[in-house]
């Protein structure tokens, strides 16, 4: 234990080949509240408070390899407008917005008030005893401004896979409450991630994440065949061309178990996690026209494309797709507090409360931090944001920049396709399966030694940049990867 805190503490001093520093980038922008408290916290107190942890051991790390880790530790601990910056105050490029969730930037001041003041003035409010807050309401009222017309049910949770969870419950709940009991299956699609409890685990088509649980998986789920198909579709900018007939495997899905025990089929937009797959040109419509048909709901899982990643609040209106139920978060609150939620048709909405008896909750469901006084201050805050700077078309004004962008790595040896829409896009490395994921986690290990976040995902990198992204930054991502392969 003692070499790896050793270690730790090398790493944490040792200077990065990055040359930016968090002066240079961020000059020394310390924090208002802190300064109003009287409590003058700098850069470099705070990194030294945060960066020197006693013990590597009891925290189990989400989706990491723990043992690596602990042989080469590296901790960010500060962050700011487009950087992340380590302990010695290297900054580091963030190409990734965190886990494409903070679209405005790191260290937004309104934020930290709106959360400091709701604070202040009430921590938390139960929701379980009949009781609500103000803000619980506001922030669903702003969430609503945005979702598209009729989708203006919101129920909060904390994480998206919570999300996706409530949203196949409110699928279920809503056939029973018409009547329509049979309906038990869902049907989800290959290389897509839902989260990872057992429903959004069981629609996902990552097999990672279903291994060792399939004996637990819900029952009755079907998978659509992924969008992706290398032959047709490599190095496509935007929607590829081929494939929008691939939604017409619900159909085939209907012949063989029947509309009448189908409740929902359940699709990312675009396929973040498994590496940025666009889908297909008419594809989400026509699967759309499909589901209509047969009285299936549409679940759109948009906790990456929500809150302006391709330019609109939604990408249902990107695509002009109509879903039943959409599934948000990451981006509600520019991820500063945990946050996601669930935006129902009216109509969902108001089935499940109209056959349920009076005074008796209509959806047995819920979580304790639903709709949390504090996420809900960090949410209102971050639409605020959003609003006044215009990120969202900022973000699609960019979209095109960061096209031509990525796509200038065409042709470098080992590349084997450039996807992109909005500012979401993936490189994906040549041949051998293990070998490529190798690749793409070294490369995002070289990338960080030169000052770069990128993230690495089976044998892909992904970039999705916040909104705020400067041509130059753009710029300075491509250059790095581009350097970064030359090691090779
Ligand atoms: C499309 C999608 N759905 C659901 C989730 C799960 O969200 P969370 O990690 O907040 O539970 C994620 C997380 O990355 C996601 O990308």
Redesign the pocket.
Known sequence: MEREIDKLNEVMSTPSSGERSRDDLAGSRSSELDRESGEVVTASTHAGRLSRPQDLDKFWMPFTANRDFRKQPRLITAAEGMYYFTANGDGILDGTAG??CVNAGHGRREIVQAVHEQMMELDYAPSFLQLGHPLAFSAANKVAELTPPGLDRIFFTN??????DTALKMAICYHHCRGDTQRFRFIGRER??????FG?MSVGGIANNRAKFHANLMPGVQHLRATYDYEKQRFSRGEPEWGGELADELEQLVDVHGAHTIAAVIV?PV???TGVLVPPRGYLRRLERIARTHGILLIL?????GFGRLGTPFSAQYFGVSADLI?M??GINNASI?M?AVAAKNEIYQTIVDAAPANTPEFFHGYTFSAHPAACAASLAAQEIYAREGLFQKAGAMAGYFEEAIHSLEGIKGIKDIRNIGLLGAIEFESNRSANEEMALEIHYRCFARGLLVRHTGSSVTLSPPFIVKEAEVDLMIDTIAAVLKTF
């Open positions: 886990l494409w994480s998206g896979s919570e999300a996706i897509s991630y839902h989260g990872v409890n959004g990312e396929a973040g996690s899982d948009e906790v990456i494309t599934v978060g990451k945990p996601a």
